[in-house]
């Protein structure tokens, strides 16, 4: 079944046994108006066209509902963010960068997937599907952290790349839920969230001494690297 946005209640309705996805989609819609703790789980059935008894056929209560919502935009946020690192390609840096615009692409093209992942209050780790769906997608940013890792000049003190990893999507969740959301709630910036991000996580790498200039030989080997701003002084 087709979860195009602009389908109408007919077309969800319950027919033909598609019971299931007419109320991921029903819920789907009430998140994009109510938010995850905004609507019961008969305003859900209502929206399907079916009884509110319906649901219950697939669904124990409305969190697992909503965790199954969640799971498809944790699937989806992989997706797209294993394309966006393909595997380091042309250079680290440029790579991560891409991860960085992929990720506030998703909080501003899907704000009701991203609102069930990290707003809906689901213990995901009482759920071993939507926690699997959810690491799965985290080990993207967390591959990253480590190919970024690998940058560090030999006996440079550096953080874990775990560490990095956390701190760097700690960076790219703010972003997003701040300025980068496709819902009313996102903020105004004098910028765009992309560059803000940029900014924000290319002054991380160098403050701990990471080289950020994706151009060749810019730097000598026993030189400071020159970031984007110049070389530091």
Same mark, same amino acid.
């Given at each position: 079944?087709?979860?195009?946005?602009?389908q109408?209640?007919?077309?969800?309705?319950?027919?033909?046994?598609?019971?299931?996805?007419?109320?991921?989609?029903?819920?789907?819609?009430?998140?994009?108006?109510?938010?995850?703790?905004?609507?019961?789980?008969?305003?859900?059935?209502?929206?399907?066209?079916?009884?509110?008894?319906?649901?219950?056929?697939?669904?124990?209560?409305?969190?697992?509902?909503?965790?199954?919502i969640?799971?498809?935009?944790?699937?989806?946020?992989?997706?797209?963010?294993?394309?966006?690192?393909? /595997?380091?390609? *042309?250079d680290?840096?440029? #790579?991560? @960068? +891409?991860?960085?615009?992929?990720?506030? &692409?998703? %909080?501003?093209?899907?704000?009701?997937?991203?609102?069930?992942?990290?707003?809906?209050?689901?213990?995901? /780790?009482?759920? *071993?599907?939507?926690?699997? #769906?959810? @690491? +799965?997608?985290?080990?993207?940013?967390? &591959?990253? %952290?480590?190919?970024?890792?690998?940058?560090?000049?030999?006996?440079?003190?550096?953080?874990?790349?775990?560490?990095?990893?956390?701190?760097?999507?700690?960076?790219?969740?703010?972003?997003?839920?701040?300025?980068?959301?496709?819902?009313?709630?996102?903020?105004?910036?004098?910028?765009?969230?992309e560059?803000?991000?940029?900014?924000?996580?290319?002054?991380?790498l160098?403050?701990?001494?990471?080289?950020?200039?994706?151009?060749p030989?810019?730097?000598?080997?026993?030189?400071?690297?020159?970031?984007?701003?110049?070389?530091?002084?």
């Amino acid at each position: 079944m087709s979860w195009r946005k602009d389908q109408g209640r007919a077309e969800r309705g319950y027919h033909h046994g598609n019971l299931k996805e007419a109320l991921l989609q029903a819920a789907l819609d009430l998140i994009s108006k109510k938010g995850p703790a905004g609507f019961t789980f008969a305003d859900a059935a209502r929206m399907a066209g079916v009884s509110p008894a319906a649901p219950y056929r697939h669904f124990r209560d409305r969190d697992e509902l909503i965790a199954s919502i969640a799971q498809r935009g944790f699937e989806q946020f992989e997706s797209l963010l294993t394309q966006a690192w393909d /595997d380091g390609r *042309p250079d680290t840096v440029t #790579a991560f @960068e +891409r991860v960085g615009k992929a990720y506030l &692409a998703f %909080a501003r093209e899907e704000p009701a997937f991203y609102s069930a992942m990290f707003e809906s209050g689901l213990p995901v /780790d009482s759920n *071993p599907t939507l926690m699997a #769906a959810s @690491e +799965r997608a985290f080990a993207i940013i967390r &591959a990253a %952290a480590e190919r970024l890792a690998a940058l560090a000049p030999p006996g440079m003190p550096r953080p874990p790349a775990m560490m990095m990893a956390l701190h760097i999507w700690a960076m790219s969740h703010g972003v997003a839920s701040l300025f980068g959301r496709g819902d009313a709630a996102r903020r105004k910036l004098p910028m765009s969230p992309e560059d803000l991000l940029e900014a924000e996580v290319l002054i991380y790498l160098r403050g701990l001494g990471f080289p950020t200039d994706r151009r060749p030989g810019t730097a000598a080997a026993d030189d400071k690297p020159a970031g984007p701003w110049g070389k530091p002084k």
